[in-house]
């Protein structure tokens, strides 16, 4: 078996809360909080949960914008925190990122032809012929016309700025992307674009992504694992067709559960969770889903279930045990 | 009976100031609702629903232009009424949600206040009164110690109740139609599901008409009875929402549902729609479609199709339909 390409293991990462008299520090944020997943080579790892879960923050992590507080990346076998100046380069190569809003993320004085070819400029030092040459190539690969190098952002819509953000992104030949809620700014009708343009890349150059996102189904329709997260922890992990369809944690459950159908007739069982996600400054003890959950025993509020194996996948919930 | 609302064949301009040029945002647009019925207006951004929408409460931009039709609701054509009068209309009879609460909540006035507001405008309650109202309506949309959240600040909540509290204000004078413009895009799943419960159950218990002004066809098969698609102004098909998703008439409309990954059938390849929505202010000739539709005859480039009637409720505005239906007119 391939190395994979990303290995994350035990990962967290605690944020200091500067507040209180004289900004003395008020508690930490546990915004990842012991948390383990791998991407394998050309494979997508689908990341789902609301807002304050962790999402973001395990992205950036990944991404090498934000340092653990505790627990290891391996990238292709190396532990990042281990890696020299060159490794770290090289990483910082082979990982890039696509984000939500392509108004937002392409400088609108820039010509597409130097926002695509601008990782290029700064990391590599390659004449200009063949600069202009990769810029064609990006263009054709993420299907945009070749005159569009002369143009400015604001000349394109949506879906074609997000084509932008992917050619850039694919401008050095990463291993990985990082996929924000790549398609949620966009019309609906743009959507499936941009999805079938992901796939086939991922298909044409064994790209593995890290997936984003607050649609349940593009999640699923896009990944080859599924991870749950809710408050910093990971409550499920496992194969993205199965969890989606029995999912086991009753987070995960309710949260599916909450999906919108795709049809009228299709009736699932509707499990409405009582109250909102509590703040992560003051995270409930044991099992930090215990006062939502319905199924909640005892136990649950005074010890933290952890993650254990159960038919293919792993789930932290006592209900297993 | 006559219908809570009917709309015929409504227009909506938007003209520049010197009115070289004109953007129909909303064109030919007729429907009806009964009381106590849900309709979802399905489109995509520009497409004209939100302009549709508040143009039933007469809140138009002042670059826009009412340039034909009329919405008759509860027997009156809301276009022939002076202002005074509609501002009776307007949080009183017929209400609103907005997609962003942060937006609709003034932050320099307690929830309280607000959801007392148009209490104290439209039924004269004393301030008294409408404060203990406030907190029975807090109540009713599930706010927990509404006691003492009424004296607080919209700041000091969620996004999930302070939606919640949005809903409050709109239900606050009993209206009998509620408009919902993407009420729960700014909302997390698990919240979402709780607000469109939370709509459901105050729609039985006030015998209330829906529109639910939306993108997300899931949020149409969840909760709406009917459906009206919209295309660059005009409504491309109306009808039943189970038929609509059994039998799209309109091949834009079959498009969008075969587009939408589904959980069910995952990493089957999604079939795109071509192009890009079109430029309301520079229109393709005949159906506006037809530069991205699958389908597309010579005709459908020179001449815009008429409404047809597919099934009992169920309307297309396409050739295809008007010949497989042997040219019947609406």
Known sequence: MTTPVVEARRLSKLFPVKGGFLGRSAGVVRAVD???????????????????????????????????????????????????????????????????????????????????????????????????????????????????????????????????????????????????????????????????????????????????????????????????????????????????????????????????????????????????????????????????????????????????????????????? | MSPLLEIRKLGVHYVTARGTRVNRAVDEVSFSLDAGETLGIVGESGSGKTTLALSLLRLLPTAARFASGEIHFEGRDLLTLSDKEMRKVRGKRIAMILQDPMASLNPLFTVGNQVAEPLRAHEGATRKGAWARACELLRSVKIPAPEARVKEY??????????????AIGISCEPRLLIADEPTTSLDLTIQAQYLNLLRDLQKAHGLALIFITHNLGIVAKMCDRVAVMYAGRIVEAGPVKQIFDAPAHPYTRALLESIPRMSDSRRRLTAIDGQPPDLAALPAGCAFHPRCPVAVDRCHEEAPPDVTVAPGHFGRCWLAVHANGGGRA
């Open chain 1, 34 to 321: 012991d948390v383990s997943f791998t991407i394998e080579q050309g494979q997508t790892l689908g990341l789902v949960g609301e807002s304050g879960c962790g999402k973001t923050t395990t992205s950036k992590l990944v991404l090498g914008l934000e340092e653990p507080t505790g627990g290891s990346i391996r990238f292709e076998g190396q532990d990042l925190q281990e890696l020299d100046a060159a490794g770290r380069r090289h990483y910082r190569k082979s990982v890039q990122a696509v984000f939500q809003d392509p108004f937002a993320s392409l400088n609108p004085r820039m010509r597409v032809g130097a926002i695509i070819a601008e990782p290029l400029v700064t990391n590599e030092s390659l004449p200009d012929s063949d600069v202009r040459k990769r810029i064609a190539q990006l263009l054709e690969l993420t299907g945009l016309p070749e005159r569009s190098a002369d143009l400015f952002p604001h000349e394109f819509s949506g879906g074609q700025r997000q084509r932008i953000a992917i050619a850039r992104a694919l401008a050095l030949s990463p291993r990985l992307i990082v996929l924000d809620e790549p398609v949620s700014a966009l019309d609906v009708s743009i959507r499936a674009q941009i999805l079938n343009l992901l796939r086939d890349l991922q298909a044409q150059l064994g790209l593995s992504y890290l997936f984003i996102a607050h649609d349940l189904a593009a999640v699923a329709h896009m990944s080859h694992t599924i991870a749950v997260m809710y408050l910093g922890r990971l409550v499920e992990l496992g194969e993205a067709g199965e969890l989606s369809r029995a999912p086991k944690h009753p987070y995960t459950k309710a949260l599916f559960s909450a999906a919108l159908p795709s049809h009228p007739d299709e009736r699932r069982e509707e499990i409405i969770l009582p109250g909102e996600v509590p703040s992560p400054l003051r995270p409930p003890s044991g099992c930090r889903f215990h006062p939502r959950c319905p199924e909640a025993m005892a136990r649950c509020s005074t010890e933290e279930p952890q993650l254990r194996p159960l038919e293919g996948r792993v789930v932290a919930c006592h209900l297993f045990n």
């Open chain 2, 154 to 167: 919209p700041h000091q909540m969620s996004g999930g109740m302070r939606q919640r509290i949005v809903g």
